[in-house]
Each structure stands twice: as structure tokens, then as C-alpha cells.
């Protein structure tokens, strides 16, 4: 449902170029032109010299990132212990069985959105002033440069749900692997394609998972184990 309102969201901003209604955001051109961000005095499109060493443009926006992950990691992991954070994993395993516990589920769920949107919001923010210009093609599902919608969803997955070390690592991956595997030329995709397969049948908890993702995949698989130890 969050991926269609976001696709339709973005054909909304592509009508909007004023052929039948208002021109807000130019329409497949999108919006250009857009200036260097400056966040109290520091101009992060100028070259700074810093305890002696030089940071150029794109440096600056690269610490700025990294800084930006190092809070989200750390509030994040603090909420994950927190009232709300066990309400997101109780709706995630069973929304009907969390509203019968006395959760909201509608609540709940609309501050993971809201919280989500705020982060995508930010990245997106960061981009337009990196990339100078914002058109609506950068947000297509699957068909824009990465990272898109796909991309993010395919990183969750390959590094596992749950957890917030898993898709920086699934991101990462996604980044280095196909450039990789360019000695492969036409067969890249099915290269690439044939360890996703690999790793969803071998690994379908992700490459990182907590240990309830792992019990709920290998649960026939600690079975015997226990059942041998048991015994002895």
C-alpha cells in the first residue's frame, strides 16, 4: 500500500507542470538549479581546510550522511528497547493479536510511516543539493537509478528485517556486487539474480537476523538439535 501511494504520489508531481493546472514542480523536467546546502554558516559546496586537511564538495556531504546515520542507529536501537518499539515488533508479527493485547495498531503504524517518511524525506533532501536538480524519474519502483524503491526493499531483505545493521549491510551489498560482477557482461543480471535465489532459499532470514528471525526459519531445523541434547 506505501509503495502504490508512493508511485501514485509521483505521478501526481509529474502533472503538476502546468498543461492542466498549476506549475509547481515543472513537471518531467523537475526542479533545477538547486543551490548548495549551508546548515549554520558551513557551506557544504565550498572547499574547507579542517585541522589540515582539505574537504572538498563532495566529502562534505559524505560526513554529513555519516553523521546523520550515526544519530538515526543510536535513537533507533534506543526505541527498539522502548514501549513503542515493542508495539512495531508485536504488529509485525501479529497486528490482530497485538490489538487484542491493547496496542493501536493504527497508531503505531502511522508513527513507523511518519518516522520512515521523515528519514526519506532527509535523504531526499540531501540528494537534491548533491545532485543540483530533482526530477520525478529519480523516483520510479523499479526502472530509476538506484538507490529506488526496489533497491531499498531489496536491501531489507538481503540483510535482514528487524534489524538496523541489516540493511546498511544489504545496501552495501547491492552497491558492490553488480559492479563486481561487470566482467560478466551480459550474464550480470542472472548472476546477480542467482545469488538473491540462493541466499532467499538458504538464508531467507536475511544476512543479518536477530534470533527470533532465525527461529521462526529454522525452527524444524533447532528442533532435532534439542530434541539430541535431550536425550543425551
Known sequence: MTLGFGEIFRIAVLNLDGTSGPDVTNGSNGISSIPNLT?????????HT???FTIGRFANYFFLMLLVT?????????????????????????????????????RTKLIAFALGATLAGLAGAVQA????????????????????????????????????SG????????????????FM???QLFAFGLALVLLMRFRPEGLIANRR?????????EAPATLTKAGA
Open 185 to 187: 557482461s551480459d550474464y
Open 50 to 52: 579542517i585541522a589540515g
Open 213 to 221: 528471525r532465525q527461529l521462526e526459519f529454522h525452527e524444524k531445523d
Open 129 to 164: 543539493h548533491v545532485t543540483y536538480t530533482v526530477t520525478p524519474e529519480q523516483y520510479q519502483f523499479a526502472h530509476a537509478v538506484p538507490p529506488n524503491s526496489a533497491f531499498l526493499l531489496a536491501a531489507v531483505v538481503l540483510g535482514g528485517m528487524g534489524t538496523i
Open 70 to 106: 550515526l544519530v538515526v542507529v543510536v535513537v533507533f536501537r534506543r526505541s527498539a528497547e522502548s514501549r513503542i518499539g515493542r508495539a512495531w515488533v508485536a504488529i509485525r508479527e501479529d497486528e490482530t493479536a497485538a490489538e487484542a493485547m491493547g496496542i493501536n495498531g493504527f
Open 39 to 47: 546548515m549554520f554558516g558551513f557551506d557544504f559546496g565550498a572547499t
Open 167 to 182: 540493511p546498511l549491510v544489504g545496501g552495501a551489498l547491492l552497491f558492490l556486487i553488480p559492479a563486481k560482477l561487470q
